[in-house]
T-cell receptor, first 111, second 113 residues
Framework: DAKTTQPNSMESNEEEPVHLPCNHS???????IHWYRQLPSQGPEYVIH???SNVNNRMASLAIAEDRKSSTLILHRATLRDAAVYYC????????????FGQGTRLTINP | ETGVTQSPTHLIKTRGQQVTLRCSSQ?????VSWYQQALGQGPQFIFQ???????GRGNFPPRFSGLQFPNYSSELNVNALELDDSALYLC????????????FGPGTRLTVL
């Protein structure tokens, strides 16, 4: 299964931008890059996804490298509610639509 | 629009018992996936059901089985429970393409004693 590599933890300050990196050097041409986050005692929550082009939504931006071997999730102005574990996932079809989660990055936001 | 719901919230069983967990999918979704999340780990894919058929399975033994009903709700059954089955069990509903978002429920916390 395609795998991603993320830092175990990151720390940032409230109201500052946060850049969460992800490496996926074995990505194939049809794999989508998804980001989910998980707050304590909750199920994962969708953040954003993309294939080749950069993407923006109300929660975040996703910057995808030209060779697609890495991507960066950007939170433009972090709040305390953004403290969570962020998962970078490659989504592909192998019979089923499979999301292969790694360990994720635990993001701490300082007030 | 109703989100994904799961029941029960918490469950305690003893080794060797059987358990059934339930999931109601989001309106309009025809696909349900189940995941196991051990403490401190990311979720691990168990299997996925699409229109009442299992269409993919992760690295889990046959004692993990499931069903999907005509209304697209789903059950996860685990037989012969082992201590290592203690985990948070998550279900997610979606459509079935690689670009589709999976919407997760809050999970069922299973403790096996």
């Amino acid at each position: 299964d395609a795998k991603t590599t993320q830092p175990n933890s990151m720390e940032s300050n409230e109201e500052e931008p946060v850049h969460l990196p992800c490496n996926h050097s074995t990505i194939s041409g049809t794999d989508y890059i998804h980001w989910y986050r998980q707050l304590p005692s909750q199920g994962p929550e969708y953040v954003i996804h993309g294939l080749t082009s950069n993407v923006n939504n109300r929660m975040a931006s996703l910057a995808i490298a030209e060779d697609r071997k890495s991507s960066t999730l950007i939170l433009h102005r972090a709040t305390l509610r953004d403290a969570a574990v962020y998962y970078c996932i490659l989504s592909f079809i192998q019979g089923a639509q499979k999301l292969v989660f790694g360990q994720g990055t635990r993001l701490t936001i300082n007030p | 629009e109703t989100g994904v719901t799961q029941s029960p919230t918490h469950l305690i069983k003893t080794r060797g018992q059987q358990v059934t967990l339930r999931c109601s999918s989001q309106s309009g979704h025809n696909t349900v996936s189940w995941y196991q999340q051990a403490l401190g780990q990311g979720p691990q894919f168990i299997f996925q059901y699409y229109r009442e058929e299992e269409n993919g399975r992760g690295n889990f033994p046959p004692r993990f089985s499931g069903l999907q009903f005509p209304n697209y709700s789903s059950e996860l059954n685990v037989n012969a429970l082992e201590l290592d089955d203690s985990a948070l069990y998550l279900c997610a509903s979606s459509l079935v393409r690689a670009e589709d978002t999976q919407y997760f429920g809050p999970g069922t916390r299973l403790t096996v004693l």
